[in-house]
């Protein structure tokens, strides 16, 4: 269980480029590397509005000379100072990922990056490769993977109490896009357009998290083949979806049915898992992260509450609340900061043995995401049809 108590020597120093006032995505940053020390936020280009960033930055306690106006800017202010910081997250629209990412690395600069991370495996593979030769970590924020009853199904998976897997089902959809974007503010404006979304809307905005935790959970599992068949309901976001389903044929003969959609009108349920083995199943939603429904053939339904005793060793590790008392998202993405620390902190020791074994979201996390989605475009662009996965 974790408590607080410091995991690493000392704070990381740490800036921020995006997740400004306005932003939707920078508070759950904010939360999640605050929680346990491991972090210290001491610089940032919040914003595009350089004042509305530096008013906003000082609000958060970030001294005036270190809210710059561009990210160029934060790199050459901290750069130059001794006690510059050491790791920026990267909280900005997709299109400016590839560009800060370089330029951060480039700089010396461990980097924790949203996703969808690029537009390509080959801007993934780039990145990777001067990651590597810098010696830098890149941690991505696939956020909702730090609930400990995700790793709960991993631990159950992996001791072969679901049996083989049959089927993955999953489910990441909301209505919030239902009616068209006349008067949409920013953060759909640059969503529904290809030139800063990418090649895909809600398979990379929301997709993306289902795939990336089915990984978590199936490590074992690689896909074989999918069709991918996506459509704009709102006509002016053609050529990209707010509406996707994809269906999976993995390695081991399972069959995968995922949806994304930003218009299921009225729909609030958000994320839904379902994994089915041949013995029994697992169902886990964010809806409620706390509860985690174990359904075994011929036997009466269990619903396992994060915290309890009876879990495995690798979700009370990942427990911050205790049983009885509400876990939720950010607690989840402080997990997720954390891990992320750990890897950046064994890096700076050159602790390499630690980071054979350690878990985090790293560069090759966002590769495959982006690999993913680049196949998934594929089969969709060829009229939905079945491609091998590559
Ligand atoms: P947003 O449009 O709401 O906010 C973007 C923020 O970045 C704003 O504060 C804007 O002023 C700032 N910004 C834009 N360009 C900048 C630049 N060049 N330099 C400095 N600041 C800049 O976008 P939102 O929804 O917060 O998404 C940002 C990223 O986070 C996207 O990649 C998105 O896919 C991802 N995201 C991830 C989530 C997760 O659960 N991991 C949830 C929501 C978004």
Redesign the pocket.
């Given at each position: 269980m974790l408590n607080g108590e410091k995991k690493i020597a000392r704070p990381l120093r740490w800036g921020m480029?995006?997740?400004?006032?306005?932003?939707?995505?920078?508070y759950?940053h904010r939360t999640g590397a605050l929680r346990d020390g491991t972090y210290q936020l001491l610089a940032g280009?919040?914003?595009?509005?350089a004042d509305r960033?530096r008013d906003f930055g000082t609000n958060l306690g970030v001294a005036e000379d270190r809210c710059y106006a561009?990210?160029q800017d934060f790199i050459a202010g901290e750069t130059a100072r001794e006690d510059g910081v050491e790791v920026v997250s990267i909280?900005?629209?997709?299109f400016?990922?590839f560009e800060?990412t370089m330029a951060c690395l480039k700089a010396g600069l461990h980097v924790i990056c949203?996703?969808?991370l690029f537009f390509s495996v080959a801007e993934c593979d780039a990145v990777a490769k001067l990651a590597a030769d810098k010696g830098l970590i890149l941690g991505v924020?696939?956020?909702?993977t730090g609930h400990p009853l995700v790793h709960q199904m991993a631990a159950m998976v992996k001791k072969g109490m679901l049996g083989d897997i049959r089927i993955v089902d999953m489910q990441y959809t909301h209505g919030f896009n239902s009616g068209d974007d006349v008067g949409a503010g920013?953060?759909v404006k640059?969503r529904t357009n290809p030139e800063t979304a990418g090649p895909t809307f809600v398979l990379g905005?929301i997709g993306t998290?289902l795939y990336y935790l089915s990984e978590v959970v199936l490590p074992h599992m690689k896909i074989e083949k999918l069709l991918c068949d996506r459509k704009a309901f709102i006509a002016t976001r053609a050529p990209l979806e707010d509406h996707a389903t994809v269906l999976t044929h993995y390695d081991n003969g399972a069959r995968g049915r995922l949806w994304a959609s930003s218009v299921n009108a009225g729909n609030m349920g958000s994320q839904r898992y379902r994994f089915v083995g041949s013995k029994a199943s697992l169902e886990w939603s964010d809806a409620h992260p706390d509860q985690l429904i174990y359904e075994v053939q011929g036997e009466p339904n269990r619903t396992l509450h994060h915290g309890m005793p009876y879990l495995e060793d690798e979700s009370l590790a990942a427990d911050r609340m205790g049983a009885l008392h509400t876990e939720g998202l950010g607690d989840s993405w402080a997990n997720i900061y954390l891990w992320i620390a750990q890897a950046i902190d064994a890096r700076m020791r050159g602790d390499e043995a630690f980071l054979q074994t350690h878990h985090y979201p790293g560069i090759e996390a966002g590769t495959e995401g982006v690999r993913w989605l680049e196949n998934c475009v594929r089969s969709a662009d060829a009229g939905a049809a079945w491609v091998e996965y590559n």
């Open positions: 480029v995006g997740g400004g006032r306005t932003g939707q995505v920078g759950k280009a919040f914003d595009l509005d960033g561009t990210y909280a900005t629209p997709n400016t990922h800060i949203e996703k969808p924020t696939y956020g909702f920013e953060a640059w905005d998290h």
